[in-house]
């Protein structure tokens, strides 16, 4: 029952910060649209912060669930790792992007839960680590060419995702840029003698 409850609250806040933004929104504002008093919300969360955490805590755990299901998926490792990441960034960002407030959000998100993106971001690396050795281990690709590691490869991923949406707000130009990137690399770690499409397949919008 409080394991619903604490839902029902993240669930609530999560639309109440995204009309007010972080800053404006009161634990009162919060219990109200729960349909409970603030005495009772305090029972749950202790403050504005601890509650905002603990949404934050759910959405990655919630995203790297989604991870797993598209890097067990169908598909060659790169594309799979290429749904992994769109899943990911692009749950974490739905949920707060659509409102007027969502870049006061995504500040307050660095501000107050950078712990929790830090360790949601390196085990995200540990994913995709993992599925490019297996996929080395079954012959899919080879890191010797390039000289380098499936660990390598992971952070480089991660850091170019991170840097495309730094320096373009266009998602089609971030796109377009992540696809050539995952080209590079794909060429880079294919075992020698396999060839490499150009162009990857159209993607699919999730």
């Known amino acids: 029952m409080a394991a619903n409850r604490n839902e029902h609250i993240l669930d609530t806040a999560l639309t109440v910060f995204s009309r007010y933004g972080y800053a404006k ?3 009162q504002d919060i219990a109200r649209a729960a349909g409970m008093s603030r005495a009772a919300l305090y029972l749950h969360f202790s403050t504005k912060e601890d509650l905002f955490r603990a949404g934050a805590r759910r959405a990655h755990s919630r995203a790297l669930g989604q ?5 067990a998926g169908q598909g060659d490792v790169l594309s799979r790792i290429d749904a992994a990441m769109d899943v990911y960034f692009g749950g974490l960002m739905a949920q707060i992007s659509s409102g007027v407030h969502g870049g006061e959000l ?12 830090s360790e949601a971001h390196t085990a995200l690396a540990a994913r995709l680590a993992s599925a490019l050795d297996a996929a080395a281990a079954a012959g899919e690709v080879q890191f010797s060419n390039a000289d380098t590691t499936a660990e390598d490869i992971a952070r480089l991923l991660l850091a170019v995702a991170d840097g495309l949406k730094e320096t373009s707000t266009d998602p089609a130009l971030r796109r377009e840029h992540q696809d050539l990137f995952l080209r590079l690399v794909r060429a880079a770690i294919a075992p020698s003698g ?3 499409p150009s162009r ?7």
């Open 25 to 27: 929104t009161t634990m």
């Open 194 to 196: 396999t060839s490499v």
């Open 106 to 117: 995504l500040d307050a998100g660095l501000t107050i839960t950078g712990d929790i993106v």
């Open 200 to 206: 990857r397949a159209p993607h699919r919008q999730s």
């Open 67 to 71: 991870v797993d299901e598209s890097l």
